[in-house]
């Protein structure tokens, strides 16, 4: 059974910083896109960031140049590294992971973390 699990949030002021974790583990073949998704109350959720087993990235334009997405493969683990925080990134933020399983290595699934609350003080 694969499972995510997230950790690095909390509670921070305007300006400040934080680096979410999430390490995937379990009966794991190949890791592909790995992302981080946020939901804030009243809203939908939304992509933050992805990066693909080649490296490349993608943000959405809300945190582009304060933001940073990178992943340990080695690890089997993503990373958020997020600066200049403001009270509007204020949301539960979900790991995202596509990956094979050993067990079905032909099949690609999305699995999800439990979320981890991130709350920016104004």
């Known amino acids: 059974q694969v499972q995510l699990v997230e950790t690095g949030g909390g509670l921070v002021q305007a300006g400040g910083s934080l680096r979410l974790s999430c390490a995937a583990s379990?009966?794991?073949?190949?890791?592909?896109?790995m992302g981080w998704y946020r939901q804030a109350p009243g809203k939908q959720r939304e992509l933050v960031a992805a990066?693909?087993?080649?490296?490349?990235?993608t943000y959405a334009d809300s945190v582009k140049g304060r933001f940073t997405i990178s992943r340990d493969n080695a690890k089997n683990t993503v990373y958020l590294q997020m600066n200049s925080l403001k009270p509007e990134d204020t949301a539960v933020y979900y790991c995202?992971?596509?990956?094979?399983?050993?067990?079905?290595?032909?099949?690609?699934?999305?699995?999800w973390g439990q979320g981890t609350q991130v709350t920016v003080s104004s």
């Open positions: 995202n992971t596509n990956l094979k399983e050993r067990t079905a290595a032909w099949i690609a699934r999305d699995y």
């Open positions: 379990g009966s794991i073949f190949s890791i592909n896109r």
């Open positions: 990066i693909t087993s080649g490296g490349s990235t």
